[in-house]
């Protein structure tokens, strides 16, 4: 598997001298390098020859439509010249055959996926040039059926599918997915939001040189899902437990396509995130009695039953809880928000036998919670207040108000701490946010969501390391 790092000359950054800088600090991390010229502006022979001397073992020269202009700049350093598919140039072809110099022929689709793919494909193939896919996966759907397009062109061994854009991003982690024998980078290491990653993160947060076809696959689906933490955590433990796994962020805007893309690439388990825990619920083939009753999965693995739906989220909640305080000293509590999050939260305290009242900004939200979950509910004016002081061994703050980058919002700004309770809040970006240091100056012990948020994805790691060496069916 190749990893080609892009040189993509029309790019007004992409002065001479710093370029050849910077793309030699890439070395370690990089097989191969595509001299990407700009047709309208292309670069002298002896710009070529500077970057095919920094080193790299293999360039490919891309990017020109015009024989003329590539025939002056072959050199025996330039391993293949990508072509656009149709482009007829004899004399280059009988000149690059004689250099030893192999050709490329690209199919592009901006916007979606190439019509006919598997017809061109064969026919490039046919001539003994790499057939070249370069195209943009618009949704789930869309990654679904190139994902088929691949499976159908197995017997072309040699072939280059490059996605572009979020649905697709992680073929350039995992290349092998689309059937392609090279994944493109750039050197920016900014480039997340656009789908792109740069050698550096590949190797570091993904371990792309430790990876092969046999590399089991895990993941997290969202939308927005590609600034989450959680590929530097968990790829982190799959490394530190000696196993061959890598974890790798799906961009989801269909849940359903996207089961259908986890069955054909035998996705072996993968969390979930925000809008999608509820959604796949009815899509796994058996669920845990906390999904069930929560209404939210955030982790799902294939087992020899088919795809099985849990929620770590609960636990994740307890176990910072139970670190720092003896669970028989918490009978009441106050839980501040009524939606996903709080929904987990008032399932493991009641679970414990804790009395929970609920307030939310929308009292009937607090209300429909409350009588669900064996809770009772309050306005939120009834809990503010000097003569409300207190009343709670815990309070438990599950609302967004407060995160990150809504810093300045407290939810309850008039509740008075009464300095001798346990008070936790979800946020985990700040890791102190205003409610907390309120809480904290006023004697009480405080919790942040960071805990959390690594218990329920050890939570997760367990679940992931059960079915690791579970046979496919
Ligand atoms: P999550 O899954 O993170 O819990 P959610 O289901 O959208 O997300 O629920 C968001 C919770 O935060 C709700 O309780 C919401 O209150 P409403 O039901 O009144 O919408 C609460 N929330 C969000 N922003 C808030 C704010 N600025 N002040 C108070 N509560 C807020």
């Known amino acids: 598997m190749l990893r080609c790092l892009v040189a993509d000359l029309s790019r007004k950054d992409f002065g001479a001298d710093r370029s050849l800088k910077n793309l030699k600090k890439f070395l370690p991390y990089i097989d191969?390098?595509?001299?990407?010229?700009?047709?309208?502006?292309?670069?002298?022979?002896?710009?070529?020859?500077?970057?095919?001397?920094?080193?790299?073992?293999?360039?490919?020269?891309?990017?020109?439509?015009?024989?003329?202009?590539?025939?002056?700049?072959?050199?025996?350093?330039?391993?293949?010249?990508?072509?656009?598919e149709g482009l007829s140039c004899p004399t280059l072809e009988k000149n690059a055959a004689e250099m030893g110099i192999g050709l490329i022929r690209s199919i592009a689709a901006e916007e979606?996926?190439?019509?006919n793919p598997g017809e061109r494909v064969r026919r490039i193939a046919a001539t003994g040039a790499i057939p070249r896919i370069t195209c943009g996966p618009r949704s789930s759907g869309e990654v679904l059926e190139l994902l088929k397009i691949a499976r159908s062109l197995r017997d072309v061994k040699q072939k280059i599918i490059t996605g572009e854009g979020l649905f697709a991003f992680f073929g350039r982690i995992a290349p092998w997915l689309f059937g392609s024998m090279m994944t493109f980078l750039t050197q920016d290491e900014e480039a997340l939001e656009s789908g792109e990653i740069d050698p550096h993160s590949l190797e570091r947060v993904?371990?792309?040189?430790?990876?092969?076809?046999?590399?089991?696959?895990?993941?997290?689906?969202?939308?927005?899902?590609?600034?989450?933490?959680?590929?530097?955590?968990?790829?982190?433990?799959?490394?530190?437990?000696?196993?061959?796994?890598?974890?790798?962020?799906?961009?989801?805007?269909?849940?359903?396509?996207?089961?259908?893309?986890?069955?054909?690439?035998?996705?072996?388990?993968f969390s979930?995130?925000?809008?999608?825990?509820?959604?796949?619920?009815?899509?796994?083939?058996?669920?845990?009695?906390?999904?069930?009753?929560?209404?939210?999965?955030?982790?799902?693995?294939?087992?020899?039953?088919?795809?099985?739906?849990?929620?770590?989220?609960?636990?994740?909640?307890?176990?910072?809880?139970?670190?720092?305080?003896?669970?028989?000293?918490?009978?009441?509590?106050?839980?501040?928000?009524?939606?996903?999050?709080?929904?987990?939260?008032?399932?493991?305290?009641?679970?414990?036998?804790i009395s929970v009242e609920v307030v939310n900004r929308t009292a009937s939200k607090a209300e429909s919670l409350a009588v669900e979950m064996g809770a009772s509910w309050k306005n939120i004016e009834d809990v503010q207040g000097a003569a409300e002081k207190g009343g709670y061994d815990l309070v438990v703050q599950t609302t967004s108000a407060g995160?990150?980058?809504?810093?300045?919002?407290?939810?309850?700004?008039?509740?008075?701490?009464?300095?001798?309770?346990?008070?936790?809040?979800?946020?985990?970006?700040?890791?102190?946010?205003?409610?907390?240091?309120?809480?904290?100056?006023?004697?009480?012990?405080?919790?942040?969501?960071k805990g959390m948020l690594e218990a329920q994805a050890e939570g997760q790691f367990e679940l992931f390391r059960k079915v690791y060496s579970l046979q496919a069916e």
């Open 403 to 449: 995160m990150y980058p809504d810093i300045e919002t407290d939810p309850l700004p008039r509740y008075e701490f009464n300095g001798a309770e346990t008070v936790y809040d979800i946020i985990y970006a700040p890791e102190k946010t205003i409610f907390l240091e309120r809480a904290e100056k006023s004697g009480a012990v405080i919790i942040g969501g």
């Open 206 to 269: 993904y371990g792309f040189s430790e990876h092969c076809r046999s590399t089991r696959i895990y993941g997290i689906i969202g939308k927005p899902v590609m600034h989450t933490r959680s590929p530097h955590l968990h790829n982190r433990w799959f490394t530190g437990a000696g196993l061959d796994a890598v974890y790798l962020p799906f961009h989801v805007d269909d849940v359903e396509a996207f089961m259908g893309a986890a069955e054909l690439i035998g996705l072996k388990g």
């Open 272 to 353: 979930v995130t925000v809008p999608h825990k509820h959604a796949v619920i009815p899509l796994l083939d058996y669920v845990g009695p906390e999904v069930a009753a929560i209404g939210s999965c955030n982790t799902v693995v294939r087992t020899e039953r088919g795809w099985e739906g849990s929620n770590t989220d609960f636990e994740g909640f307890l176990k910072p809880l139970d670190s720092l305080v003896p669970s028989g000293n918490i009978r009441s509590a106050l839980v501040i928000g009524a939606g996903g999050a709080a929904r987990a939260v008032v399932y493991a305290l009641v679970g414990r036998g």
């Open 32 to 84: 191969a390098l595509e001299v990407r010229a700009d047709p309208e502006n292309p670069p002298s022979p002896s710009q070529v020859e500077e970057l095919c001397g920094t080193g790299f073992s293999m360039v490919i020269l891309s990017g020109l439509s015009s024989e003329e202009d590539i025939l002056r700049l072959l050199r025996p350093e330039i391993a293949w010249v990508d072509l656009e």
């Open 112 to 115: 979606g996926l190439p019509e």
